[in-house]
């Protein structure tokens, strides 16, 4: 099975900052089938970026994805108020696995 | 636009037995892979099922399997979750969500419902 982590557990930024999340896989992701997803309480998880740096429908380009093997990156440009949520990876090659999450908090 | 509406949670006792639905609209449902993913409470997404547009597939997670059934009804245009012998650690919130595509793997989960709260206690 397919190991993700993500770094950090919690990442306190402001209004307007710029967001690095990391993930990194214990073995390679099988044709960069790496994904994120934005996670709010209450509410059905949302892709935002799947193949590793492709977009999802609607989904504004502040947010942008790179990597590849077991190295990936999730960037938000500029922090808007509807951005602070829960952010998870997951692999769909190799049967499906999360990583276990970061949250983004408003400093 | 894509509808995904779980049912079927609720309280039920260790060892015994519980079924949850999805119902699907907006797009044609046999045409998708369709997931079950949970989020116990404090944690973080942990995938569970997952069964290929046909039904001819099916795959679990290793914490389920052997005690949990997926499967779908095209005609009805809904997916389940037979859950046998439940314990306390299967507490939690259960999303359908559907596949990008057909297969059982290769395709991200590009919609998903609200989920339904399942609790398992005496």
């Known amino acids: 099975e397919i190991v993700l982590t993500q770094s950090p557990g919690t990442l306190s930024l402001s209004l307007g900052e710029r967001a690095t999340l990391s993930c990194r896989a214990s073995?390679?992701?099988?044709?960069?089938?790496l994904a994120w997803y934005q996670h709010k309480a209450g509410q059905a998880p949302r892709l935002l970026i799947y193949g590793a740096s492709s977009r999802a429908t609607g989904i504004p380009d502040r947010f942008s994805g790179s990597g590849s093997g077991t190295d990936f990156t999730l960037t938000i440009s500029r922090l808007e108020p509807e951005d602070f949520a829960v952010f998870y990876c997951q692999q769909y090659g190799s049967s499906q696995t999360f990583g276990q999450g970061t949250k983004v908090e408003i400093k | 636009q894509v509808h995904l509406v779980e049912s079927g949670g609720g309280v039920v006792q260790p060892g015994r037995s519980l079924r949850l639905s999805c119902a699907a609209s907006g797009f044609t449902f046999r045409s998708h892979a369709m997931h079950w993913v949970r989020q116990a409470p404090g944690k973080g997404l942990e995938w569970v099922a997952v069964i290929s547009y046909d039904g001819s597939d099916e795959n679990y997670a290793d914490s389920v399997q052997g005690r949990f059934t997926i499967s779908r009804d095209s005609s009805k245009n809904t997916l389940y979750l037979q859950m046998n012998s439940l314990r306390a650690e299967d507490t939690a919130v259960y999303y359908c969500?559907?596949?990008?595509?057909?297969?059982?793997?290769?395709?991200?989960?590009?919609?998903w419902g609200q989920g339904t709260l399942v609790t398992v206690s005496s």
């Open positions: 969500a559907r596949a990008g595509g057909y297969a059982s793997s290769g395709y991200p989960l590009d919609r």
């Open positions: 073995q390679s992701v099988s044709s960069n089938y």
